[in-house]
């Protein structure tokens, strides 16, 4: 049996083990993946408000959609909101959130994430008018713009270490 072949089956018996495998395990290539997500809805249209309950508990069905998912980062804007969103996940794998400015260039921030992110998956929660954005720099792709009701919109960039990236998109 071959070195890699040995390895590749050590892994995969490890992820079955461990009971979930995020970071995608080729032989020895490693992708990085990033979710990225709007904030879950809010009590109102107030400069800086809350989460709803509608939100509170989608926020929790973020976390728990991801907790078995190798995290290697999670990052918000500063808005009470989004940091809301991003708190359960955050929490539920002892880390914190990584708050970055909501007004960086899309293309600057996306950046930033691929250089700083070579493995696991990675959580960025952002705006309607933003989260798109940065998960089209971040693929390189089309994403369609999000509408102001739009809640629950989960976008996944998938980067292989050659830098190619693939886009899906689901509802949570």
Known sequence: MSL???????????CL???????AIRGDVVSTTFVVVRHAEKVDDGNDPSLAPAGQARAQA????????????????????????AQPTARSHGMPVTTYDARMPVAEFAAQLRREHRSGTVLVVGHSNTAPEIAAALC?????????TEFDRLMTVSVEPDGRATYHEQRY
């Not at 390895?7 to 490890?14: H, K, Q, S, T, V």
């Not at 390189?140 to 102001?148: I, K, L, S």
């Open 140 to 148: 390189a792709c089309a994403v369609a713009p999000m509408g102001e």
């Open 4 to 14: 890699r072949l040995r390895d590749g089956l050590l892994a995969a018996l490890a």
């Open 62 to 85: 973020l976390a728990h959609r991801l907790r078995g998912d190798l995290l290697g980062g999670v990052y918000a804007t500063g808005y009470r909101r989004t940091q809301e969103t």
């Open 17 to 23: 083990l461990l009971g979930a495998c995020v970071p």
